[in-house]
């Protein structure tokens, strides 16, 4: 499992007091508001930022960072990705899994056929999709709600599903 979830991506610069703007990749919006720390992927490196100020602009979040006090200083980090160390993470409750630990599982029918592996997952409103793919190309949406998705084993790397009529 990665030791760090990435929760944001900077998109761009907000005013020229050296905030940035996020697309926040995470359930919470006001998680951010909880962070004192995020770290920053830049040039294929971590760099650990302190977060002096937090708001919000429709859907993004505005951060600043401590010690970066104009634009000029923050530009470099468009198109980074804001993470966060695992153990820091919120926690979730049963039954629920970080997004990033369920991409490239393997799925089998109960009755023990490969369908392929996850391959993407995207919300809906009511449940979530999961996108399988075979070896083929072939996709196939499951909805993850309890009648389809009869297990999920994170050490096995496996998830057991029961393939209700219309969905093959």
């Given at each position: 499992?990665?030791?760090?979830?990435?929760?944001?991506?900077?998109?761009?610069?907000?005013?020229?007091?050296?905030?940035?703007?996020?697309?926040?990749?995470?359930?919470?919006?006001?998680?951010?508001?909880?962070?004192?720390?995020?770290?920053?992927?830049?040039?294929?490196?971590?760099?650990?930022?302190?977060?002096?100020?937090?708001?919000?602009?429709?859907?993004?979040?505005?951060?600043?960072?401590?010690?970066?006090?104009?634009?000029?200083?923050?530009?470099?980090?468009?198109?980074?990705?804001?993470?966060?160390?695992?153990?820091?993470?919120?926690?979730?409750?049963?039954?629920?899994?970080?997004?990033?630990?369920?991409?490239?599982?393997?799925?089998?029918?109960?009755?023990?056929?490969f369908?392929?592996?996850?391959?993407?997952?995207?919300?809906?409103?009511?449940?979530?999709?999961?996108?399988?793919?075979?070896?083929?190309?072939?996709?196939?949406?499951?909805?993850?709600?309890?009648?389809?998705i009869?297990?999920?084993?994170?050490?096995?790397?496996?998830?057991?599903?029961?393939?209700?009529?219309?969905?093959?």
């Open positions: 499992m990665l030791e760090y979830l990435e929760i944001g991506k900077i998109v761009n610069t907000y005013g020229i007091k050296g905030y940035v703007k996020v697309i926040p990749l995470t359930d919470d919006l006001m998680r951010f508001k909880k962070l004192r720390t995020v770290y920053l992927e830049y040039q294929n490196k971590l760099i650990e930022m302190p977060i002096e100020d937090v708001s919000y602009s429709k859907n993004f979040v505005l951060l600043k960072f401590k010690g970066l006090q104009d634009i000029n200083l923050v530009e470099k980090y468009k198109n980074c990705y804001l993470k966060v160390n695992r153990k820091d993470a919120v926690k979730l409750p049963e039954n629920s899994y970080f997004i990033v630990d369920l991409i490239g599982l393997e799925v089998y029918t109960e009755d023990g056929r369908l392929g592996k996850i391959e993407d997952i995207f919300k809906t409103g009511s449940n979530d999709v999961y996108v399988v793919k075979n070896e083929l190309g072939k996709q196939i949406l499951l909805p993850a709600i309890a009648s389809v009869k297990q999920i084993d994170l050490s096995q790397r496996k998830v057991i599903v029961n393939l209700i009529k219309g969905l093959e």
